[in-house]
């Protein structure tokens, strides 16, 4: 059974930082790209970012240059750097492993930028 743990959300202020964990278990690992969903209030669910298992990361236009993606593929686990935080990021993440079209999903993980 899959199974996708976040942590590291919490309230910043505009401008910090923050970074976000999830820890992957009950796959193999490398079999799978992993990412990151948001959901924001009043908005539809947006792609952060994903990266696949050699190293090949994407990311959504509203975060290039901000935000990073590493995989640890000894630990099983990603990290979701988050630079130059802005109040519009502020919404639930969602950690997943992704399988050609078939998705796995963490429970998600509140983010909230606000002075």
């Known amino acids: 059974q899959v199974q996708l743990v976040e942590s590291g959300g919490g309230l910043v202020q505009p401008g910090e930082s923050l970074t976000l964990s999830c820890e992957a278990s009950?796959?193999?690992?490398?079999?799978?790209?992993m990412g990151w969903y948001r959901q924001v209030p009043g908005k539809q669910r947006e792609s952060v970012a994903e990266?696949?298992?050699?190293?090949?990361?994407e990311y959504g236009d509203s975060v290039k240059g901000r935000f990073t993606i590493f995989r640890d593929n000894i630990e099983a686990t990603i990290l979701l750097q988050m630079n130059m935080l802005k109040p519009e990021d502020t919404g639930v993440y969602y950690c997943?492993?992704?399988?050609?079209?078939?998705?796995?999903w963490g429970q998600g993980i509140q983010v909230t930028v606000s002075s």
């Open positions: 990266i696949r298992y050699g190293g090949r990361a």
């Open positions: 009950g796959i193999i690992f490398s079999q799978y790209a």
């Open positions: 997943y492993a992704r399988r050609g079209r078939q998705y796995s």
